[in-house]
């Protein structure tokens, strides 16, 4: 016998549990990755996630991101949730210091960790970087809903006002 | 013998995360469950419950929805994960 228990309007929604053995802290609404192959030997728990510069060689494709934190993930042997799926509340936005608009309606790409280059440390996305600088990969598996402009992408990133509004989530 | 006082308690949705899930394994838990549990379903994924059993409802009237079932306890601990 079935019956209905819980129904909201939003429930399109999915999450995945991962590990954060990073060395830092994966905040929420930051963009979160899986290592791939450059990286693999860092990678020392199960369904380990973290951020692009932990996970993505140099100069490799960002696209191994699974979704944004949904929540502070400490380092060690916590685990936390990642939202793999659906409309998100919030984004970290990549500091780039041009005068760059991202229109709702445009997927947004993290950068590629490069040592010495000017894309190293950034965490967040962007529309633009990737595609000229990495090899031509494009864009990755969110998608702005909202108007990210001058403001948050010359923001420091983790301020207040580096992260963008209403993203929609398409890692699944 | 704490988890006889806490087997009735309540559940506070907002500190568990607002959302009931279902695992694509097919476990019920709340979203922000305990870190046993989590650990158990890394990498699972788990989306809003919809539909759920009366037997589940009565897990979840009883506070048992987010503790593991003796045979996750023991899978976990054969498979060497969280005690």
């Known amino acids: ?9 939003d429930t399109e929604r999915a999450w995945v ?32 996630g973290g951020l692009i510069a932990d996970c993505v060689g140099a100069k490799t494709a960002p696209g191994a991101m699974i979704g944004l934190s949904f929540e ?10 990642v939202q793999v799926y659906g409309y998100h509340e919030s984004v970290l936005v990549c500091k780039l210091d041009t005068n760059t608009t991202v229109r709702p309606g445009v997927g947004l790409v993290g950068f590629a960790s490069v040592a010495a280059d000017a ?11 990737n595609i000229t600088a990495n090899d ?3 864009f990755g598996v969110v998608t702005a809903l909202d108007t990210i402009g001058l ?3 010359n923001a420091t990133q983790g301020a207040a006002a580096s992260y963008g509004d209403h993203v929609f989530i398409r890692g699944l | 013998m704490n988890w006889i006082y806490n087997i009735l308690k309540p559940v506070d949705p907002s500190e568990v995360g607002d959302y009931l899930v279902r695992c694509d394994c097919g476990r019920v838990y709340w979203l922000k469950a305990s870190d046993k549990i989590k650990k158990h ?3 699972h994924v788990m989306k809003p419950l919809e539909q759920g059993s009366v037997f589940e409802f009565l897990q979840l009237k009883l ?12 899978r976990d601990k054969m498979e060497g994960r969280a005690e």
């Open chain 1, 151 to 153: 403001a948050h992408h």
């Open chain 1, 1 to 9: 016998m079935w019956m209905q228990t819980v129904n909201r309007s």
């Open chain 2, 41 to 43: 379903h890394l990498g």
């Open chain 1, 136 to 138: 031509g990969y494009g």
């Open chain 1, 17 to 48: 549990a991962v590990t954060n053995h990073t060395g830092h802290t994966l905040t929420t609404h930051w963009p979160i990755y899986k290592y791939n192959t450059a990286k693999n030997a860092s990678s020392v728990g199960t369904n380990e």
């Open chain 1, 119 to 129: 894309a190293a440390a950034k965490s967040g996305l962007t529309s633009i970087g």
């Open chain 1, 72 to 81: 502070d993930i400490p380092n060690g042997a916590e685990t936390g949730i």
């Open chain 2, 63 to 74: 506070g048992l929805i987010n503790r593991r079932t003796f045979g996750e306890w023991l």
